[in-house]
Every structure is written in C-alpha cells, then in structure tokens.
C-alpha cells in the first residue's frame, strides 16, 4: 500500500511563502503521477496542482502563477512550492497519487493570517 508523509505547513503572513514536501514509500514512485490537494475548513479536499511522471504540471486556476509543483524521483519526494500566499490558501494540504489514490496521509496544516 503506497503511503504518504507531508510537511512543511505553518503560519504565514498574506503575500508569505512556504514550501511543501511529500515523502512517499512505493519502490516504482517515477511511474506515479501525482497531485497535491488540499481541504479548507467546510469545504472539500481539491486538487490543487497535479505532475505526471513525465514531470508535466497543471494548476487549479485559483493558484496558477503562485504555486509550482516539482518532484524529485530519486528521493520519492513532491514538493510544493507556494508564494504570494492568500488568506483563502488556509487549508490542510496532503499529496497523493492521481489515480489510483493511495492512503491519505495526515496532511500539513497551512494558515495564511495577519
């Protein structure tokens, strides 16, 4: 069963920044595409930027132009990459697989507040 850790959330200011990391397990991770996706408070989870494993990334239009995705197969990690960070960004953030999703991890907490 593929699992995955995310780190890397915190409190920040708006127009702040922060960089998200997702450790997975899974010995054919470079085969995975993968998402990250998050859940604000009332709403459902989203997905927020996705990257094949050809590296090939797409946005959420809410975040186009602020967020990069990016992964690195050799160490199994996704990152997320988050600048000019909005109030409405407050959220928990978790990564998966696309499809077929693997266990959700606990995700990151990200707080963007005054």
């Known amino acids: 069963q593929v699992q995955f850790v995310e780190s890397g959330g915190g409190l920040v200011q708006p127009g702040g920044s922060l960089r998200l990391s997702c450790a997975a397990s899974?010995?054919?991770?470079?085969?995975?595409?993968m998402g990250w996706y998050r859940q604000g408070p009332g709403k459902q989870r989203e997905l927020v930027a996705g990257i094949t494993s050809g590296s090939i990334t797409n946005y959420a239009d809410s975040v186009k132009g602020r967020f990069t995705i990016s992964r690195d197969n050799t160490k199994k990690m996704v990152y997320l990459q988050m600048n000019s960070l909005k109030l409405e960004d407050t959220a928990v953030y978790f990564c998966n697989r696309r499809a077929p999703p693997g266990s959700w991890g606990q995700g990151t907490q990200v707080t963007v507040s005054s």
């Open positions: 899974g010995s054919i991770f470079r085969v995975y595409d």
